[in-house]
Nanobody, 115 residues
């Protein structure tokens, strides 16, 4: 059974940091591109960051470049999102997504940034 379980969300003040984790099981993690998306209230879900299966290449939305870092540990079947210099506009539910012939989503974790 495929599972993606996000954790690490919470409430933080503007300027603070959080580290999200997404633990994967039920598929060959190392063969999948992994990504983080977010969805704020009343807005469409948007891509935040993506990392290739080997971890050699990453890409970010312009709104988070220089502040967020995506990484992965294929030995632990886990992808991370390090978020620094958080802003109120980063408030959203954050989802991880596995991408290959089939795509899988996690259930999401809430990040709230107070001003």
């Amino acid at each position: 059974q495929v599972q993606l379980v996000e954790s690490g969300g919470g409430l933080v003040q503007a300027g603070g940091s959080l580290r999200l984790s997404c633990a994967a099981s039920g598929f060959t993690f190392s063969r999948y591109v992994m990504s983080w998306y977010r969805q704020a209230p009343g807005k469409e879900r948007e891509l935040v960051a993506v990392i290739t299966s080997s971890g050699a290449s990453t890409n970010y939305a312009d709104s988070v470049k220089g502040r967020f870092t995506i990484s992965r540990d294929n030995a632990k079947n886990t992808v991370y999102l390090e978020m620094n210099s958080l802003k109120p506009e980063d408030t959203a539910v954050y989802y991880c997504k596995a991408i290959n012939y089939a795509d899988y989503w996690g259930q999401g974790t809430q990040v709230t940034v107070s001003s």
